[in-house]
């Protein structure tokens, strides 16, 4: 059974702090995505990264994938109360099944 | 370009009666999964549907559960004889293909249904 481990559950800032949200396997996965979710709604794609190694940027966020694709980061620079909301990675493995982090739960102080 | 379309949103049910979630992919997408999602908890994959097909639903309970995406309709997960532990929210994504690329196979999610067992 593939697992993935997001760190840290929670995390609570001020507005204009860094952060980084870490997402690891044991398994290699053949592609790894970055969902946000908001209350009430289902997950949104933010990003798929798919080659070791990768950096993708989308605005004031940066996603890492592993050499060994088997981890990645999410790191948001400046965090601002828009950022706030629950932070899933998840793996995709064979027929395209999606296996989800348990979350980070982000707020955003102003 | 409508989203993936879910309903209903909300579904309240007493224990032993019958839940009937529905969820229409988005357009051209013939590849159906359905997601379930406890309360502060990520999402645990089902089931995983093609038009007609049943291809994976190694993740649904073997009793009280079942999935169907007929040639005409939208996808339909069932669950009979309601219990509390039942209560979740459920999620369908659509996918325009399976294997044929992480982009093309990329999971559109749908708003969910909250179900909760009385």
């Known amino acids: 059974t593939q697992l993935l481990e997001q760190s840290p559950q929670f995390l609570s800032i001020q507005e204009g702090e860094n952060l980084t949200v870490y997402c690891n396997s044991s398994?290699?996965?053949?592609?790894l995505q970055w969902y946000r979710q908001e209350p009430g709604e289902g997950p949104v794609l933010l990003v798929t990264?798919?080659?070791?190694?990768e950096v993708k940027k989308l605005k004031r966020l940066t996603f890492q994938f592993g050499d060994a694709r088997k981890d990645s980061s999410l790191h948001i620079t400046a965090a601002q109360p828009g950022d706030t909301g629950l932070y899933l990675c998840?793996?995709?493995?064979?027929?395209?099944?999606?296996?989800f982090g348990g979350g980070t739960r982000l707020m955003v102080k102003p | 370009n409508a989203g993936v379309m879910q309903n209903p949103r909300h579904l309240v049910r007493r224990r032993g009666q019958e839940a009937r979630l529905r969820c229409s992919p988005m357009?051209?997408?013939?590849?159906v999964y359905w997601y379930r999602q406890l309360p502060e908890e990520g999402l645990k994959f089902m089931v995983y549907?093609?038009?007609?097909?049943?291809?994976?639903e190694s993740g649904m309970p073997k009793e009280r559960f079942s999935a169907e995406f007929p040639k005409e309709g939208p996808s339909i997960l069932r669950i009979q004889q309601v219990v509390r532990g039942d209560s979740a929210a459920y999620f369908c994504?659509?996918?325009?293909?399976?294997?044929?690329?992480?982009?093309?196979?990329?999971?559109?999610f749908g708003p969910g249904t909250r179900l909760t067992v009385l």
């Open positions: 994504a659509s996918s325009l293909l399976a294997g044929g690329g992480p982009y093309t196979d990329t999971q559109y």
């Open positions: 398994s290699v996965f053949s592609s």
């Open positions: 990264v798919v080659t070791g190694g």
């Open positions: 998840a793996g995709v493995g064979a027929g395209n099944m999606l296996t």
């Open positions: 357009k051209g997408h013939s590849h």
């Open positions: 549907l093609q038009k007609e097909n049943i291809i994976d």
